[in-house]
């Protein structure tokens, strides 16, 4: 621990890839970004094994595909639970986040959609400001730098739970 906390490496898995973000604090960033490949089996758990290794984590924290308010698909309620299971086989401890706790630790400061919660983040974060997603059109798919705001947020949850 260098931080304000445990070393968190939260992941968000989406249909590029996923975002990541290690955390030693809930504003101390210490790597963060987005790995995407295409489709191939393994490719994901073996990225999410190389980044556990190599950030030697104290925690690895993502979202609770089982809990409301989550809409993955099969896919990516699959990786959550290899990731899930890399992790425990890792000897590291895993917690599942619900989207529900991400608004209630962002609801303190008024955050209370996807793209609030993310400009929170690049305000509180000064290496994120520039990678903000504008706010997304209905037709528009997702910025794919979206999921390392969802990674920051599921790990500052954490962080606002176990304080």
Same mark, same amino acid.
């Given at each position: 621990? =260098?931080?304000?906390? *445990?070393?968190?490496?939260? $992941?968000? *898995? =989406?249909?590029?890839?996923?975002?990541? /973000?290690?955390?030693?604090?809930?504003?101390? %960033? #210490? =790597?963060?970004?987005?790995?995407? &490949?295409?489709?191939?089996?393994?490719?994901?758990? !073996?990225?999410?094994?190389?980044?556990? +290794?190599? &950030?030697? *984590?104290?925690? #690895?924290?993502?979202?609770?595909?089982? /809990?409301?308010?989550?809409?993955?698909?099969?896919? $990516?309620?699959?990786?959550?639970?290899? %990731?899930?299971?890399?992790?425990?086989?890792?000897?590291?401890?895993?917690?599942? $986040?619900?989207?529900?706790?991400?608004?209630?630790? &962002?609801?303190?400061?008024?955050?209370?959609?996807?793209?609030?919660?993310?400009? !929170?983040?690049?305000?509180?974060?000064?290496?994120?400001?520039?990678?903000?997603?504008?706010?997304?059109?209905?037709?528009? !798919?997702?910025?794919?730098?979206?999921?390392? &705001? +969802? /990674?920051?947020?599921?790990? !500052?949850?954490?962080?606002?739970?176990?304080?």
């Amino acid at each position: 621990m =260098n931080g304000d906390g *445990p070393r968190v490496l939260a $992941i968000h *898995p =989406n249909q590029h890839g996923f975002g990541f /973000a290690v955390l030693e604090g809930p504003a101390h %960033l #210490v =790597n963060w970004g987005v790995k995407s &490949f295409p489709r191939g089996k393994g490719r994901r758990l !073996t990225q999410m094994a190389w980044f556990i +290794d190599h &950030f030697t *984590p104290d925690v #690895v924290v993502f979202e609770d595909a089982g /809990a409301r308010g989550s809409h993955h698909g099969k896919r $990516i309620r699959k990786d959550l639970r290899d %990731l899930r299971a890399l992790a425990k086989s890792k000897k590291v401890p895993c917690r599942a $986040i619900s989207r529900q706790q991400v608004l209630q630790a &962002f609801s303190v400061v008024g955050a209370r959609t996807k793209h609030q919660i993310a400009l !929170t983040i690049a305000q509180s974060i000064p290496e994120l400001a520039s990678h903000a997603p504008r706010r997304r059109k209905l037709w528009v !798919t997702e910025d794919r730098r979206m999921g390392i &705001f +969802d /990674a920051v947020a599921f790990g !500052t949850a954490f962080y606002s739970i176990e304080a």
